[in-house]
């Protein structure tokens, strides 16, 4: 599932901003009577203080002290606190990893009203950690997240419906949350809402708006939004046909390593179409293609060859070998997202039955 962004929330808004106070030795002081008087908001921040360590006060972290104070806060009914400590026994940090003690508390802390803790609740559902597995509960708790504005979950919930998790196929569900996740500039859902207009499920077949949702992701790096957009350039889908922008576009993703997009720039630069022609070109990017698994690249490159002198071939393929991929922000395949029959779909760690 999108595991490291519901850590990188938790994380967030479950650890209280502790520069609200005056780098001074007796403004620590003062917060820690108050939380030794049962001051609820003075013992969660306090929590957070070891949660993170202070350099200014000279706190050092200390994770198992961040929990005792946390614990004081959450017993009061303190969501933010409970969420913290979900946090700390999910990890195992300060206290020994137990996941129903973390499903507790954050299952507290999502009764409250806390987003990021629905969203992680939803998470032990599905994954039976903490919890039973429950899909049902799970999608529940994603669509009580997602209607905060929870990115995440807004994404979940679409990939849910978009491969029929548990439940059937439903495109127009699917294409509505992902409308959500991607106006939060969700790039992967951005891409996931354009391949759904370009294909007309779930929505009607709208091409312009396809390019809209490609170019959106294409602008954030997104690798397999740019080879779209070079193809619907190339084909003057939704777009006006420009051969130098395909190729341009084309360009962005095969210097990411994206299989298509460097056979597609092979293709302009043999044929000469919005690039000069450039047989040596043409093959750099054929290589590169057929050695990323691109099963047509290696038939043109042997094409392309035919074109060239040896000395001109070596010289290509010592530059292929050498070569290597511009780091992609969103690789295809990762903790987060993998990228199969055309879409990118959540990670979930567990197999649905």
Known sequence: MLRTLVIILVVLLATPACAQFEPTPSALEAL???????????????????DKGDVLYNVPQDYAEAAKWYTRAAMHNHPMAELALCRLFDQ????????????????????????AAQLAV???????????????????????AASQGNYAAQYNVADIYEQGRSMGQNFAEAAR????????????????????????????????????????????????????????????QGVQQDYAEAANWYGLAAEQGDAQAQYNLG?????GRGVAKNFEE???WLILASTSGEKQASEARDKISASLS??????????????????????????DVVFSDGYYHVNFQQPVN
């Open 177 to 236: 949350w992902f409308r959500k996740a991607a106006e939060q500039g969700v790039a992967p859902a951005q891409y996931n809402l354009a391949v759904l207009y370009r294909d007309g499920r779930g929505l009607t077949q709208d091409y312009a708006f396809a390019s809209k949702w490609f170019r959106k992701a294409a602008a954030q790096g997104l690798p397999d939004a740019q080879c779209m957009l070079g193809v619907l350039y190339e084909q003057g």
């Open 92 to 115: 195992g940090f300060g206290v020994p990893q137990n996941y129903l003690d973390a499903a507790h508390w954050c299952l507290k802390s999502a009764q409250a009203g806390t987003a």
């Open 122 to 144: 939803a998470e032990y559902y599905y994954e039976g950690k903490g919890f039973e597995r429950n899909i049902s509960q799970a999608i529940a708790w994603y669509k009580e």
């Open 32 to 50: 820690q009577g108050r939380a030794q008087h049962g001051d609820v908001e003075a013992q969660y921040s306090l929590g957070g203080f070891y």
């Open 282 to 284: 043409a093959y750099f």
């Open 310 to 335: 040896a000395k001109q071939i070596a010289a290509v393929q010592q530059r292929a070998h050498a070569w290597h991929p511009v780091r992609s922000p969103f690789p295809a395949n990762s903790q």
């Open 267 to 271: 293709l302009l630069f043999g044929e």
